[in-house]
C-alpha cells in the first residue's frame, strides 16, 4: 500500500515536470516561429521594394529612349 502511494506521487510529480517542459517547449518554438515569420516579412517587403523600383528605373529609361528618337 505504502509503495503504491509512493508510486502514484512519483507519477504525479514526473508528469507535471513532463507538462511543464512540453509547455517551455511550446513557447519557445512559438516565440522562434513568431521570429522567423516577421524576418521573412521583411524580406519580402525589402524585395517588393527593390523590384517596384527597378520597375521604375526601367519605365524611365524607356521613355528616355522613345523621348531620344
Request: proline share 0%.
Amino acid at each position: 500500500m505504502e509503495r503504491a502511494e509512493r508510486l502514484r506521487e512519483r507519477d504525479s510529480i514526473k508528469a507535471a515536470k513532463a507538462a511543464a517542459f512540453q509547455k517551455r517547449r511550446d513557447s519557445l518554438l512559438a516565440l522562434r516561429k513568431q521570429k522567423r515569420d516577421s524576418v521573412m516579412a521583411a524580406r519580402a517587403a525589402a524585395r517588393e521594394k527593390r523590384q517596384e523600383e527597378l520597375r521604375k528605373k526601367r519605365e524611365e529609361a524607356q521613355k528616355k529612349k522613345e523621348g531620344g528618337e
